[in-house]
């Protein structure tokens, strides 16, 4: 437990020194999370406080103070410093495998052990029209949040497939990776498409 709390402290200062602000998430105990606070039944990965908008920092000292004990998760606010496409696992080997997503396009991406892949944006856009209308695609920008590597969920850990570092941290266009995904979708064979 102690080196499990190390770990996601290290990786909280490393991703606030980018800027990054961070808030601590509940705790994984068995296979629920527990945020400490009377009465709350989610058990599922959340934010450890209710104000974790407000209390979200790039501070090293308040950092270290919130796990100096226990082992939060690691959340990372979206719709501040970045988005994040949420897409289904089949979906994101479409787009990889399409040889499409290099360059300017390529950034961040965290997977998810549910099967599920974030692919970090600039923040600010909308979804497209032909990608709000699916299901299995959901923009995390103001008022939400994501995981972050290396926390664990009942599934397993949360991982980099392309770090901030390997990518040089840069944020690709929003816009152009929801368009890049749009296409992807309307041209894989009917055995690929995800919903």
Same mark, same amino acid.
């Given at each position: $437990? =102690?080196?499990?709390? $190390?770990?996601?402290?290290?990786?909280?200062?490393?991703?606030? /020194?980018?800027?990054?602000?961070? +808030?601590? #998430?509940?705790?994984?105990?068995?296979?629920?999370?527990?945020?400490?606070?009377?009465?709350?039944?989610? +058990? #599922?990965?959340?934010? /450890?406080?209710?104000?974790?908008?407000? =209390?979200? +920092?790039?501070?090293?000292?308040?950092?270290?103070?919130?796990?100096?004990? %226990?082992?939060? &998760?690691?959340?990372?606010?979206?719709?501040?410093?970045?988005?994040?496409?949420?897409?289904?696992?089949?979906?994101?080997?479409?787009?990889? !495998? &399409?040889?499409?997503?290099?360059?300017?396009?390529?950034?961040? =991406?965290?997977?998810?052990?549910? #099967?599920?892949?974030?692919? *970090?944006?600039?923040?600010? @856009?909308?979804?497209?029209? @032909? *990608?709000?209308?699916?299901?299995?695609?959901?923009?995390?920008?103001?008022? %939400?949040? $994501?995981?972050?590597?290396?926390?664990?969920?009942?599934?397993?850990?949360?991982?980099?497939?392309? &770090?901030?570092?390997?990518?040089?941290? !840069?944020?690709?266009?929003?816009?152009? =990776?929801? !368009?890049?995904?749009? @296409?992807?979708? $309307? +041209?894989?064979?009917? &055995?690929?498409?995800?919903?």
């Amino acid at each position: $437990m =102690v080196l499990a709390r $190390m770990r996601l402290r290290r990786a909280a200062l490393r991703l606030a /020194a980018r800027g990054w602000p961070v +808030t601590p #998430g509940a705790c994984l105990r068995a296979n629920r999370f527990d945020c400490g606070r009377i009465g709350c039944r989610t +058990t #599922g990965c959340h934010p /450890a406080v209710e104000t974790w908008q407000q =209390v979200a +920092t790039r501070d090293r000292q308040r950092i270290n103070r919130w796990w100096r004990d %226990s082992p939060h &998760s690691v959340l990372l606010p979206t719709g501040v410093s970045f988005d994040a496409l949420d897409i289904p696992a089949p979906l994101a080997a479409l787009v990889i !495998r &399409s040889g499409r997503w290099t360059g300017p396009l390529r950034g961040p =991406v965290a997977t998810i052990p549910t #099967g599920r892949w974030l692919f *970090l944006v600039q923040p600010g @856009e909308p979804l497209l029209p @032909e *990608l709000a209308g699916r299901w299995d695609v959901v923009l995390h920008g103001r008022g %939400s949040w $994501m995981p972050a590597p290396p926390t664990r969920l009942p599934e397993g850990a949360v991982r980099w497939s392309v &770090s901030p570092t390997e990518s040089g941290g !840069r944020l690709p266009d929003s816009i152009a =990776v929801q !368009r890049l995904l749009a @296409e992807t979708l $309307m +041209t894989a064979p009917r &055995s690929e498409q995800v919903a």
